[in-house]
């Protein structure tokens, strides 16, 4: 489910479950899959993904083996689910401390700063870990840095090992638990890995020690291709962030003054080998589909309070107290509900197949308008406005009024951010694809002592070919000002801001500096 992305778990506490009047329709247009059935007849789609994901994979090739070894006991919601875990993945947890490794912030919070999340100092150590620095400069980042070491190390020989990444799906003990939460420990801590990786690149870029950077750059490419093997909207966006933190290390390497024409050879081979970004559409046709049903299959089922009452954790996001409390009605029809997110489903992937990107943007945004006006309408209904009444008046004759509201606000919450996820993977395709032409202008300047006068001169030395910046349809903006070198796409919203990059929705900007 697009929105349903915490970045905390919270432990949920059991709701006994309503009586349904309705039965669940097994089929294409409903459930999707006819089974595994849970003993309520409903699907079981959490075993289902666990058959499909762990096919061909082994404790020899899965990753996700060594990202579990790295996560200490303050990682999981209990010690009791890290050990079902690790017999999940057919292995014996190894408790070494050197090969755990603890998150920024976490490290922060137990070593440096108690308060940390409301300490300036914090955002600034962050904003650190994105550019070249120099330890004397930052010590307290070279301290995280220095417990993390081991753990790194142990991970970076494990992506040049391993090329499978399955974690196993398994509902918290004592509680129910969606398919976003049981994904959410291992997620965080594959994003803090890349962050330290991110960290520790930028360091070396700064001590020219450009290889090693290099090194620490290809495993976040690595870890950002595994992490999109998951087929969920959530995993999927923790590749985003992380192939943009490799992005940032990229253009510090390209402006850095110990690289060669012949080490920019060698490594704009690897990046175009390796940036291989996951249509956003294959991701929810592969798996993000069956979340949303999953979704439904379980607030249906009543275990609608996830959450304690009153919760108020930073930037979480729950599921609107009214849709499960329709859920749980006994006129709530679920297969009304399921048909509808598989037809709005089929047209989110039918958007994402457009070759063009202008219309793409256009149908997804147009698509996430009508979800939320749907959402607004079945809102009013609830609070008995003749208007929304009238609004929806075909819509509560196809089912009941129950249903009705309980699918609009289900759409609504599902597909509002449709043209958002759209324009982050065009973001990042171009970000992945400009980066060898940063590399390049690097390249070309540390061969003759300046930067090329347009980016034609880098074919055929340095590249074969030039990207095409899918805003425009043309080749990149490109400039030299004040001693750089600026090479950048417009970016989403299709206007020149002036190459300020913007990671909302401004220019993708590549900075040389030499």
């Known amino acids: 489910m697009l929105r349903f992305i915490l ?30 059935l849970n003993p309520d007849g409903t699907i079981n789609y959490l075993a289902y993904l666990n058959e499909k994901l762990s096919e061909g994979v082994t404790p020899e090739n899965n990753f996700a ?3 579990a070894m790295t996560m200490g006991e303050d990682a999981w919601p209990k010690n009791s689910f890290r050990e079902i875990i690790f017999n999940a993945l057919k292995v014996e947890a190894r408790d070494t401390d050197a090969l755990v490794f603890l998150r920024f912030e976490h490290y922060i919070e137990k070593y440096e700063v108690e308060d ?67 994904l959410l420990p291992w997620l965080s801590q594959i994003r803090g890995i890349a962050r330290g990786f991110q960290a520790r690149a930028q360091l070396k870029v700064a001590a020219g020690d450009l290889e090693a950077a290099w ?23 923790v590749g985003v962030s992380i192939y943009s933190m490799a992005a940032s290390v990229v253009d510090d ?15 704009i081979a690897e990046n175009q080998h390796l940036s291989r970004i996951r249509p956003y559409w294959e991701v929810y046709n592969s798996g993000e589909r ?59 992937i039918s958007i994402g197949q457009m070759d063009d990107y202008h219309e793409r943007i256009a149908k997804a945004d147009q698509m996430e308008r009508v979800a939320m006006i749907r959402s607004d309408h079945a809102r009013g209904l609830l609070k008995n406005d003749p208007g929304a009444a009238r609004l929806m008046q075909r819509d509560v004759l196809k089912s ?44 070309y300047h540390a061969e003759h002592g300046e930067y090329p006068a347009d980016l034609n001169a880098l074919v055929p030395v340095y590249l074969d070919s030039l990207p095409i910046d899918f805003a425009t349809g043309e080749l990149p903006v490109y400039r030299i000002e004040d001693g750089a070198a600026i090479v950048y796409s417009l970016g989403t919203n299709l206007k020149d801001d002036g190459g300020v990059d913007d990671p909302q929705d401004g220019d993708i900007v590549f900075r040389i500096e030499r």
């Open 7 to 36: 970045p905390v778990l919270v432990l949920a506490v059991f709701v006994a479950p309503a009586l349904a009047e309705y039965q669940l329709e097994i089929g294409p247009d409903t459930t999707v899959i006819d089974g595994p």
């Open 65 to 67: 083996v060594d990202v």
């Open 116 to 182: 940390y999340w409301n300490d300036p100092q914090y955002q600034a150590w962050l904003d650190t870990i994105s550019y070249a620095w120099a330890a004397e400069d930052h010590p307290e980042v070279k301290r995280w840095l220095d417990k993390q070491d081991s753990a790194l190390d142990f991970i970076l020989r494990s992506l040049n090992q391993k090329d499978q990444y399955y974690f196993p799906l398994i509902p918290g003990e004592g509680y129910p638990e969606s398919i976003d939460i049981a």
């Open 215 to 237: 090194s620490d750059v290809r495993a976040m490419y690595l870890m950002a291709h595994l992490s999109m093997q998951e087929p969920y909207t959530i995993s999927w966006l």
């Open 253 to 267: 390497i390209a402006g850095s003054e110990k690289l060669t024409q012949k080490f920019v050879g060698q490594i």
């Open 290 to 348: 069956i979340a949303s049903l999953e979704m439904v299959m379980h607030y249906w089922k009543g275990h609608g309070h996830l959450f304690p009452e009153p919760y108020e954790g930073p930037g979480v996001n729950l599921l609107p107290k009214e849709i499960y409390e329709l859920m749980e009605s006994e006129q709530f029809d679920p297969n009304v509900t399921l048909r509808a997110i598989n037809a709005w489903g089929n047209q989110l």
């Open 400 to 443: 009941n009024r129950v249903t009705a509201m309980a699918t609009s606000l289900v759409v609504g919450w599902i597909f509002p951010v449709s043209g958002t996820l759209y324009k982050t993977e065009a973001r990042v395709q171009m970000q992945l694809a400009f980066a060898p032409v940063a590399l390049a202008i690097g390249g």
